[in-house]
C-alpha cells in the first residue's frame, strides 16, 4: 500500500512540473503558447533595467495592419497593463509573472515578449 502511495505521488509531482510556465531570462526574449488559456510567462530578470513587456496574439492569416492593433491583454504580477504593455525597471535576480490573453477571434498563438524600451 506505502509503495502504491509513493508511486500516485511521484506521478503527481512529474504531472505538476509538465505545467510549469515558460521562461524568459534575456532582455529581448519572447516566448509563445496556445492561446485557448491564459499564457503565463516567468521572467528572470538578469540585469537591473528598465523594460517593457508586451502581448499580441498572431493569426494565421495576419496583416500589417492587424499587427497594429490591440490583439492581447497582459498582466505583470496579477497587476493589469494598459495596452498589453507593461513598463518596469527590473531588478537582477527577481521573478516576475506576466499572463497574456487573446482578445481575438483565430489566434494561432500568444506570445509575450521582454524588451528595452
Known amino acids: 500500500m506505502l509503495k502504491l502511495w509513493v508511486i500516485a505521488l511521484w506521478a503527481m509531482v512529474l504531472s505538476g512540473s509538465a505545467q510549469a510556465a515558460d521562461k524568459i531570462e534575456a532582455v529581448g526574449g519572447e516566448k509563445c503558447g496556445s492561446p485557448a488559456a491564459p499564457y503565463t510567462v516567468e521572467f528572470l530578470a538578469p540585469e537591473d533595467?528598465?523594460?517593457?513587456?508586451?502581448?499580441?496574439a498572431k493569426a494565421s492569416d495576419e496583416t500589417p495592419a492587424d499587427r497594429a492593433r490591440d490583439t492581447a491583454a497582459l498582466s505583470l504580477d496579477g497587476k493589469p497593463c494598459a495596452d498589453a504593455r507593461c513598463s518596469f525597471r527590473a531588478l537582477k535576480g527577481k521573478t516576475y509573472t506576466l499572463v497574456a490573453e487573446n482578445t481575438r477571434p483565430r489566434v494561432r498563438q500568444v506570445c509575450i515578449s521582454v524588451a528595452r524600451p
Open 49 to 56: 533595467a528598465q523594460v517593457e513587456a508586451e502581448a499580441r
